[in-house]
């Protein structure tokens, strides 16, 4: 790790003000992601500013009846918060299927939108990684592939976004509050991460010096109809091969709305409004989750190692829309799929 | 506050419950890479130290330390508190798991100058006036461990999963416990050891 001058900020103008101008500067919340890309030299801050004493810590209920979740709400506080437990119980879900209990206990909302990719590549300095150093190609699409993208990736870099909690998110189509140099904004969250093109670097479209203040979630929360269904080589505590969030609603066995988020598949959370209208208006029955399933895939591609996610990725559709449609969540502490 | 790893010294060789009856002070006949690298590294580019007051195991400590100490090479390489284990000092191990405030954290994931203010206890910090925490004779009478590296990590998880109140059947337990790993295999005696924790508690 490199030597790095350790800052404390006061408050969020004071954090934006401290961060302007520096492009060797990071902001440090939680740390879990951070401190450990620092260890291996692929994060290099001369600058470390510290905002965990902002007061960015509150879940509160909005005007407009949805829930403003500050920055620094640690995922564990996130996720066994009443009004999250009983109104947003798919993000709840999510956030268990994440990482640890202590690694939970550490990380926050804000800084979970901004972990970056868990390819092994990117972690390694001693190979090329178009995301860590741009221009220097990808290992991974020649290379072990096996957790890498199926949807959405480019010849730059077939890298995935870690988070479970982000997919939830998504589905949920929250807004992400974010302040800067040039002021306060509010980004869509489908907006907020990028696919990688020919920029991986770029994981977000926050802009530089700008800094994460509140995620906000909608009213609707899809209490009844949900699941999250989270494939991976361990029972716990291991990145999504394929994860799925689904959220019916339904009018008798009709599908009057339906979303589907998948992790583990793209650089970024995935969602994709052809298959969501293929659900629109038709009976919640496997055929229907099925030709979701294959309108949501049909640009898959698989590479040397991974292609039997796409498979796998068809079949998690269909399980999560069945649990969605029958009220019966996967709960992360069993291991049965239901 | 010994500053330099004034360790205790052991006269005998420590039995692996002695270990974990004393709360696993005695100094380990190994050294882990990392801390005298970074010492080293530190010396070539002088960083700015930062002031921080920890209280750790109801010691206070005003601390001046070089930003980049994690918590966990804190404990072991300036207090020599070393019950706390480096395992894959990535967090992905859980040996290192210490309580920040009363919840459970990777120790090494944390840099110590964050911490000022915060209570912090290790597992030299659980038993009380030499009586030893239950989750701790929970282990010795469950055999919960084999090699013993790992069970620092554990009986800390365990002591900040009984605080949070949430874990109620063994399948709860080890979903909540996942973030500990234990290479011997120990798991279904620490599971129940656990488990007979929570119900003298309950």
Not at chain 2, 7 to 18: E, L, Q
Not at chain 2, 85 to 90: A, F, I, N, T
Not at chain 2, 129 to 153: E, K, R, S
Not at chain 2, 159 to 172: C, H, I, Q, S, V
């Amino acid at each position: 790790m490199i030597n790095f001058q350790y800052m404390r900020a006061t408050d969020v103008a004071d954090a934006v003000r401290q961060m302007a101008g520096d492009r060797n500067a990071k902001f440090i919340a939680g740390g879990t992601n951070l401190i450990d890309l620092m260890k291996m030299d692929v994060e290099q801050p001369t600058r470390v500013i510290d905002i965990t004493r902002l007061p960015l810590r509150q879940v509160e209920q909005t005007a407009g009846g949805g829930l403003r979740i500050g920055a620094l709400v640690r995922n564990t506080d996130l996720a066994y918060h009443p009004l999250v437990e009983a109104r947003y119980p798919l993000l709840a879900s999510a956030i268990m299927a994440g990482a640890s209990q202590q690694l939970r206990n550490m990380a926050s909302t804000g800084g979970n939108l901004l972990q970056r990719t868990r390819c092994a590549y990117f972690y390694d300095t001693a190979t090329p990684c178009n995301k860590r150093t741009p221009g220097s190609g990808c290992s991974a699409i020649d290379g072990l592939n096996r957790m890498h993208a199926i949807l959405g990736a480019s010849a730059a870099c077939i890298a995935t976004h870690p988070s479970d909690m982000c997919v939830a998110m998504a589905l949920l189509e929250a807004t992400v509050h974010v302040t800067g140099p040039a002021g306060d904004r509010t980004i869509p969250f489908a907006d907020f991460h990028r696919l990688p093109g020919d920029t991986p670097q770029r994981d977000t479209n926050l802009a530089a010096g700008e800094i994460i203040t509140a995620v906000e979630l909608p009213p609707q929360g899809f209490a009844t109809h949900y699941t999250y269904l989270k494939i991976r080589d361990r029972l716990s505590y291991a990145f999504a091969l394929v994860s799925i969030a689904a959220a019916l609603a339904l009018d008798g066995d009709t599908i009057t709305q339906g979303r589907l988020a998948l992790g583990g598949v793209a650089h970024k959370p995935w969602r994709d409004p052809e298959a969501e209208a293929a659900l629109r208006g038709h009976p919640a029955t496997p055929a229907t989750f099925a030709r979701a399933a294959d309108v949501l895939l049909r640009n898959a591609r698989g590479y040397k190692h991974n292609s039997f996610k796409i498979e796998l990725a068809r079949r998690c559709i269909v399980r999560g829309l069945t649990q969605a449609a029958h009220g019966t969540p996967q709960p992360q502490s069993v291991k049965k799929i239901v | 506050m010994p500053e330099n790893g004034a360790a205790p010294s052991s006269s005998s060789h420590p039995t692996r419950r002695a270990v974990v009856a004393a709360g696993a002070v005695v100094p380990l006949a190994m050294s882990l890479p990392g801390g005298a690298a970074a010492e080293s590294a530190a010396a070539a580019s002088p960083p700015t130290p930062v002031s921080a007051n920890l209280t750790i195991n109801g010691t206070q400590h005003a601390l001046t330390l070089d930003p980049r100490t994690t918590l966990l090479d804190l404990l072991r390489e300036h207090l020599a508190l070393t019950g706390t284990k480096k395992g894959c000092d990535q967090g992905q191990c859980g040996a290192c798991t210490v309580l920040i405030d009363g919840r459970r954290v990777n120790s090494c994931l944390t840099f110590a100058v964050m911490l000022d203010g915060a209570q912090i206890t290790t597992v030299e910090g659980l038993a009380k006036n030499g009586a030893l925490h239950p989750l701790q004779q929970a282990f010795i009478d469950h055999d919960a461990f084999q090699c013993g590296y790992c069970t620092p990590g554990q009986l800390c998880s365990a002591a900040g999963l009984m605080a949070e109140g949430r874990a109620k059947t063994p399948d709860e337990i080890r979903e909540l416990m996942s973030g500990n790993i234990c290479r011997c295999g120990a798991y279904a005696n620490i599971v129940a050891a656990i488990d007979q924790a929570m119900g003298q508690r309950s």
